[in-house]
């Protein structure tokens, strides 16, 4: 009876997805799109910019449209929303898998056909993945395709973004299968310091995947080609040059495939540094604007930002791991039994133990936020250091309010940004022209 409740829940939701998907707006240049732009300056208008921080950055701000700021800011709050929506929706998906044993029948099942327990676990985990994406593929499908569309942001047909969808679940889902096969043979072989011992293989596993991510999973999704353009060569790697770091090709990638938005990468490990552009930003700004952001993104690099956030995730995440063991415990004594799971150790048990780490998560935002909006405040510093171009900073980030609000109040900054505002990275862009460069 239970099991037939999981399957007529997954079947609407697939049913409800492709619907979602099907209502989707499909016109790129709708009238309401028109009007919610950003207007477009001259070489009169950046030299007849005054010179006070304050009035500079107001200049900046009046050039949104009210039709633009408003389309920006109801896309953005619509967000925090949806991070609340994102949680009470795997936290059901997760009664739904406990309720119906799912995956306390998964493991009886696969345990007759392989013998040892990390497979089991393994395989167990890969079918979780799978039955967690059918479950939330109609809020995948609203938050990924159709609001995206709503708004204009997204450049992708129903089909592409359905195969993208299959990728990443398929790497996701073997990458879960690894990851977890692993993190139960800690939680087994250990006793009561489990958790610290999970935390530890977390660490490690999610180092792994920061440092390849770039050079093995992107290449899957996007083309990389060398960028020739010696306007653009020349001046970048010059800048890359004269704070030491070692490059000799800048490449670019089809992000317009997916959407307008602007954006580049500094990475590598071991000394070797690869410059990656999007070919919004190559198409749709100017080499200050372009120097600008690379200035950003070297700062990242030059800053070993990527070790640090990696051992700020590992705070975190022992302190997730702490409660996860905590919380665990007690929801295992009380509805161990209901919904078949021996002990912490138990992969049918899964479910619960990524339902209470999502409830950590989530009250962490403003946390991993604020770390992360730390990093981002240094790049940008040291990004108008190395470029010394503010106003192609300044229009840089004017293009970010497309889809970020622009100018949020401190509280709301602080829970939700993990940007410094658009409003205030103007600010500082204006404040260093005006103390850096001579009149
Ligand atoms: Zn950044």
Same mark, same amino acid.
């Given at each position: 009876?239970?099991?037939?409740?999981?399957?007529?829940?997954?079947?609407?939701? =697939?049913?409800? &997805?492709?619907?979602?998907?099907?209502?989707?707006?499909?016109?790129?240049? +709708?009238?309401?799109?028109?009007?919610?732009?950003?207007?477009?300056?001259?070489?009169?208008?950046?030299?007849?910019?005054?010179?006070?921080?304050?009035?500079?950055?107001?200049?900046?701000?009046?050039?949104? &449209?009210?039709?633009?700021?408003?389309?920006? +800011?109801?896309?953005?709050?619509?967000?925090?929303?949806?991070?609340?929506?994102?949680?009470?929706? !795997?936290?059901?998906?997760?009664?739904?898998?406990?309720?119906?044993?799912?995956l306390a029948s998964t493991r009886d099942w696969i345990a007759k056909k392989v013998r040892p327990m990390w497979l089991i676990d393994t395989f167990t985990a890969m079918v979780y993945s799978v039955l967690v994406s059918l479950i939330t593929f109609p809020v995948a499908a609203y938050e990924g395709y159709y609001r995206e569309h709503l708004y204009g942001l997204s450049n992708l047909s129903a089909i592409d973004w359905f195969v993208e969808n299959i990728m990443m679940l398929s790497i996701s889902t073997v990458a879960m299968g690894i990851a977890v096969g692993l993190l139960y043979i800690a939680l087994r072989r250990t006793s009561r310091n489990w958790w610290i011992w999970g935390a530890g293989i977390g660490v490690v596993l999610i180092g792994v995947m920061?440092?390849?991510?770039?050079?093995?999973?992107?290449?899957?999704?996007?083309?990389?080609?060398?960028?020739?353009?010696?306007?653009?060569?020349?001046? =970048?790697?010059?800048?890359?040059?004269?704070?030491?770091?070692?490059?000799?090709?800048?490449?670019?990638?089809?992000? &317009?495939?997916?959407?307008?938005?602007?954006?580049?990468?500094?990475?590598?490990?071991? !000394?070797?540094?690869? =410059?990656?552009?999007?070919?919004?930003?190559?198409?749709? &700004?100017? =080499?200050s604007e372009i120097k600008?952001?690379?200035?950003?993104?070297?700062?990242?690099?030059t800053m070993n930002h990527i070790y640090k956030a990696w051992m700020e995730v590992a705070i975190v995440l022992v302190i997730g791991f702490a409660f996860v063991k905590w919380s665990l415990d007690w929801s295992i004594a009380k509805w161990g039994v209901e919904f078949g799971i021996k002990d912490h150790a138990d992969i049918a048990g899964f479910p619960l133990f990524v339902a209470l780490f999502s409830v950590f998560m989530f009250i962490a935002t403003p946390i991993n936020n604020t770390l992360i909006r730390t990093q981002e405040t240094e790049a940008d510093?040291?990004?108008?250091?190395?470029?010394?171009?503010?106003?192609?900073f300044a229009e840089a980030m004017l293009k970010l309010t497309e889809y970020r609000k622009s100018d949020p109040g401190h509280v709301e900054e602080f829970i939700f940004f993990d940007h410094p505002s658009p409003k205030k990275r103007i600010y500082a862009a204006m404040r260093w022209r005006a103390e850096q460069l001579k009149p």
């Open positions: 009876m239970s099991k037939k409740i999981l399957w007529i829940v997954i079947a609407l939701a =697939v049913l409800f &997805s492709i619907v979602i998907a099907a209502m989707a707006p499909t016109s790129q240049g +709708d009238a309401s799109r028109a009007t919610a732009q950003i207007a477009v300056v001259d070489d009169a208008w950046r030299a007849a910019l005054p010179r006070d921080p304050v009035a500079a950055t107001e200049a900046y701000m009046s050039r949104i &449209s009210p039709a633009a700021k408003a389309r920006s +800011d109801a896309y953005f709050e619509g967000g925090y929303w949806l991070q609340l929506l994102d949680l009470i929706v !795997g936290l059901a998906a997760a009664l739904l898998l406990l309720r119906t044993r799912a920061m440092l390849l991510a770039p050079t093995y999973i992107d290449p899957l999704f996007n083309t990389y080609k060398p960028i020739t353009e010696e306007r653009i060569k020349t001046p =970048v790697m010059a800048m890359m040059r004269a704070n030491g770091v070692p490059i000799d090709n800048l490449y670019q990638f089809d992000a &317009s495939k997916q959407s307008n938005r602007v954006s580049a990468n500094v990475s590598g490990i071991f !000394g070797s540094a690869a =410059v990656r552009m999007n070919d919004n930003l190559l198409n749709r &700004s100017t =080499v600008a952001v690379l200035g950003h993104e070297l700062g990242h690099y510093m040291f990004g108008l250091n190395a470029s010394a171009e503010p106003l192609g």
